[in-house]
């Protein structure tokens, strides 16, 4: 959890537990990259006005769920990235990846995985089903739009209670109270989801951005 230590030269102390060990870290730059949550409580010593800021931010949760087939069980050729789902397909999963089509090596010989996303804003109850009920729920929606014969022969769900954050009415007075405490220790920096927009080159554009702050930073002192 981080103070400030010196208000001339903004530092940071860090204790960290290991094992059920502490020890003790010093940085003259932080850069925060947890959820925004997350992040408020590890602030609290540092100001305790971080907490209701970044704990207020608002996030719909997502369930994650990978399934593996047969090749020969696939009838699309799976030829592309995946798919998103609009609303008004019927289907309840967000949008389907294909893994095994971008990465090489990421399923088996022989076989597909599939990654696809449940739940969101509009369907906030996806995140009180089971493992084995997203698993079905799936399945049963994948089979008909990738012409899909068989059962599943490799499944795993990870449910993010915190995955998409909720840019409603009041947002925008979240991130300028954010940086007005945030201008008070200049050496900490934040990064994430909840910032400039939940897509990945957001975050990376946002995570570039910080770096080169740092780097500026460090050559001016």
Same mark, same amino acid.
């Given at each position: &959890?981080?103070?400030?230590?010196?208000?001339?030269?903004?530092?940071?102390?860090?204790?960290?537990?290991?094992? $059920?060990?502490?020890?003790?870290?010093?940085?003259?730059?932080?850069? &925060?990259?947890?959820? #925004?949550?997350?992040?408020?409580?590890?602030?609290?010593?540092?100001?305790?006005?971080?907490?209701?800021?970044?704990?207020? &931010?608002?996030?719909?949760?997502?369930?994650?769920?990978?399934?593996?087939?047969?090749?020969?069980?696939?009838?699309?050729?799976?030829?592309?990235?995946?798919?998103?789902?609009?609303?008004?397909?019927?289907?309840? &999963?967000?949008? !389907?990846?294909?893994?095994?089509?971008?990465?090489?090596?990421?399923? *088996?010989? @022989?076989?597909?995985?599939?990654?696809?996303?449940? @739940? @969101?804003?509009? +369907?906030?109850? =996806? #995140?009180?089903?089971?493992?084995?009920?997203?698993?079905?729920?799936?399945?049963?929606?994948?089979?008909?739009?990738?012409?899909?014969?068989?059962?599943?022969?490799?499944?795993?769900?990870?449910?993010?209670?915190?995955?998409?954050?909720?840019?409603?009415?009041?947002?925008?007075?979240?991130?300028?109270?954010?940086?007005?405490?945030? *201008?008070?220790?200049?050496?900490?920096?934040?990064?994430?989801?909840?910032?400039?927009?939940? =897509?990945? $080159?957001? !975050?990376? +554009?946002?995570?570039?951005?910080?770096? @080169?702050?740092?780097?500026?930073?460090?050559?001016?002192?």
């Amino acid at each position: &959890m981080p103070s400030p230590r010196e208000a001339a030269a903004p530092s940071f102390e860090l204790r960290l537990r290991r094992a $059920g060990k502490e020890e003790t870290l010093a940085a003259n730059r932080l850069v &925060m990259a947890t959820p #925004a949550d997350v992040a408020g409580v590890l602030l609290r010593d540092a100001n305790a006005a971080f907490e209701p800021v970044l704990g207020g &931010m608002e996030y719909a949760p997502v369930a994650v769920v990978s399934l593996g087939y047969r090749r020969e069980d696939t009838g699309h050729p799976l030829q592309g990235f995946g798919f998103l789902a609009p609303r008004s397909s019927g289907l309840r &999963m967000l949008g !389907c990846v294909w893994n095994s089509s971008l990465f090489p090596e990421r399923a *088996a010989a @022989g076989h597909v995985l599939l990654t696809s996303f449940v @739940g @969101g804003a509009t +369907d906030p109850t =996806a #995140a009180s089903l089971s493992p084995e009920e997203l698993r079905e729920l799936v399945h049963r929606e994948l089979a008909p739009v990738l012409q899909i014969r068989g059962s599943p022969v490799f499944s795993h769900t990870q449910l993010y209670r915190h995955a998409l954050p909720q840019y409603n009415i009041g947002h925008s007075e979240r991130l300028i109270a954010l940086q007005r405490l945030r *201008a008070e220790l200049p050496g900490l920096f934040f990064v994430g989801n909840y910032l400039r927009g939940p =897509a990945i $080159g957001n !975050c990376v +554009d946002l995570a570039m951005q910080v770096v @080169g702050d740092i780097t500026k930073l460090s050559k001016s002192t």
